[in-house]
C-alpha cells in the first residue's frame, strides 16, 4: 500500500485515531478496545458503547479494520463476543497519521509550545 493511498483518510478523528491504535498489537473486541483507548489515554477518553460500534462499522465499511474469524481467537474466549484487527491498509494509515502527528509536535517543539521535557 502505498503512503499515497494511506494519505486520503488523513487527518483520522481521534475517535478513530484511537480505535485503531488500541487494536494495533493485538485483536480486541469492543469492551476490551473501550479499556485500552481508555489506559491509553489514561483515563481523558472514555467511549460510550454506541459511539464506539457506529465508529467500528465506519472503519470496517472503508476497510480500515476488520473482523477476526473466530478460529484465530483466543481458545476460552466468549465465542458471542467479535474481535476486531487492523487491515494492512488500517496498519499503513495509523503509521501515516502517527507521522503527520509526530511532525506536528516537532513543530510544537521548535516553538517551544510544549512543556519542558514532553519531547
Same mark, same amino acid.
Given at each position: 500500500?502505498?503512503? +499515497?493511498? *494511506?494519505?486520503?483518510?488523513? /487527518?483520522?478523528?481521534?475517535?478513530?485515531?484511537?480505535?485503531?491504535?488500541?487494536? *494495533?498489537?493485538?485483536?480486541?473486541?469492543?469492551?476490551?478496545?473501550? %479499556?485500552?483507548?481508555? +489506559?491509553?489515554?489514561?483515563?481523558?477518553?472514555?467511549?460510550?458503547?454506541?459511539?464506539?460500534?457506529? &465508529?467500528? %462499522?465506519?472503519?470496517?465499511?472503508?476497510?480500515?479494520?476488520? #473482523?477476526?474469524?473466530?478460529?484465530?481467537?483466543?481458545?476460552?474466549?466468549? /465465542?458471542?463476543? +467479535?474481535?476486531?484487527?487492523?487491515?494492512?491498509?488500517?496498519?499503513?494509515?495509523?503509521? #501515516?497519521?502517527? &507521522? +503527520?502527528?509526530?511532525?506536528?509536535?516537532?513543530?510544537? #517543539?521548535? %516553538?517551544?509550545?510544549?512543556?519542558?521535557?514532553?519531547?
Amino acid at each position: 500500500m502505498s503512503t +499515497r493511498a *494511506a494519505n486520503k483518510f488523513l /487527518p483520522l478523528t481521534h475517535l478513530a485515531y484511537h480505535v485503531l491504535l488500541a487494536i *494495533a498489537d493485538e485483536e480486541r473486541h469492543g469492551y476490551g478496545i473501550i %479499556k485500552e483507548v481508555a +489506559r491509553g489515554t489514561d483515563g481523558e477518553m472514555e467511549l460510550e458503547t454506541g459511539t464506539l460500534y457506529a &465508529a467500528l %462499522k465506519r472503519l470496517r465499511d472503508v476497510g480500515l479494520i476488520e #473482523a477476526v474469524p473466530s478460529a484465530a481467537i483466543a481458545a476460552g474466549s466468549d /465465542p458471542r463476543r +467479535r474481535y476486531y484487527g487492523l487491515t494492512s491498509l488500517g496498519r499503513d494509515v495509523l503509521a #501515516a497519521e502517527s &507521522a +503527520r502527528m509526530a511532525r506536528l509536535l516537532g513543530v510544537a #517543539a521548535a %516553538k517551544r509550545v510544549l512543556p519542558h521535557g514532553s519531547r
